[in-house]
């Protein structure tokens, strides 16, 4: 009898310890099975990210191991996302016309360049010829704009806001709002002739006046725009 308790109460503790360690053991399955998806899914988001997975600094990549992907999450190379800094043309040649509120309406010639991917350095013909400047906003097709003429007896400042809109990545259509102030100053002079003085007459003045004009005004330009 007491050999048969004895057999029994080593059965039971037998299957009790067992039953244990198989239950453990179950449990780590579950939990690596668990964490090996977690690392996956990780990976797979990264790689549709368009982040280099050799740069992953996961506990997995740390330890050397082959990164997983999971199949749940499949990467479509098409849709991918690309974290790339916007790349501009360097050289850009354009021609439109400006209109504007008070002075006459004229067509415009401009050539320049971007440096630095982010400033627009140029020249603009149309009534003067205008130094252009653009500083773009970001990354975005949106800059804003200086102009100033020279070589002129009209002195007009420009300054506004433009938006690059593309037809492709050579072709794209400008349209430009801006404020001008303009001046300009001149003299005229009056002149008579008198024969008397010198051996053929002489013409010598006979008035002179200064006039100065000046205004504020609205400009809308709008170009097609080459880009190179």
């Not at 579950?30 to 990976?43: G, N, S």
């Not at 440096?115 to 800059?143: D, M, Q």
Request: proline fraction near 3%; include cysteine; aromatic fraction near 14%.
């Amino acid at each position: 009898m007491k050999s048969i308790l004895t057999i029994t109460l080593i059965a039971i503790q037998f299957s009790l310890c067992y039953g244990f360690s198989n239950n453990q053991m179950s449990n780590k399955t579950i939990q690596d099975t668990l964490q090996t998806e977690e690392v996956k899914l990780y990976h797979s988001k990264l790689q549709q990210m368009g982040v280099d997975i050799e740069s992953c600094k996961c506990k997995s990549c740390r330890a050397g191991y082959t990164p997983l992907f999971s199949e749940n999450l499949p990467v479509n190379n098409e849709e991918r996302v690309e974290y790339k800094r916007k790349k501009r043309k360097i050289f850009l040649i354009g021609a439109g016309c400006n209109l504007y509120s008070q002075l006459e309406n004229i067509g415009a010639l401009s050539l320049g360049a971007v440096l630095f991917n982010t400033i627009y350095v140029g020249f603009e013909a149309s009534n003067a010829l205008y130094p252009n400047f653009r500083i773009y906003i970001a990354e975005t097709n949106l800059y804003l704009t200086a102009k100033r003429s020279m070589l002129t007896d009209r002195e007009v400042f420009k300054g506004g806001i433009g938006y690059e809109i593309f037809f492709n990545k050579h072709i794209s259509i400008v349209p430009e709002f801006s404020v001008y102030n303009y001046e300009r100053e001149w003299t005229e002079k009056g002149y008579s002739f008198d024969p008397n003085d010198g051996w053929f007459g002489a013409f010598t003045p006979t008035s002179v006046r200064d006039y100065h004009e000046s205004h504020v005004g609205v400009l809308f330009g709008i170009k097609v725009q080459l880009h190179f």
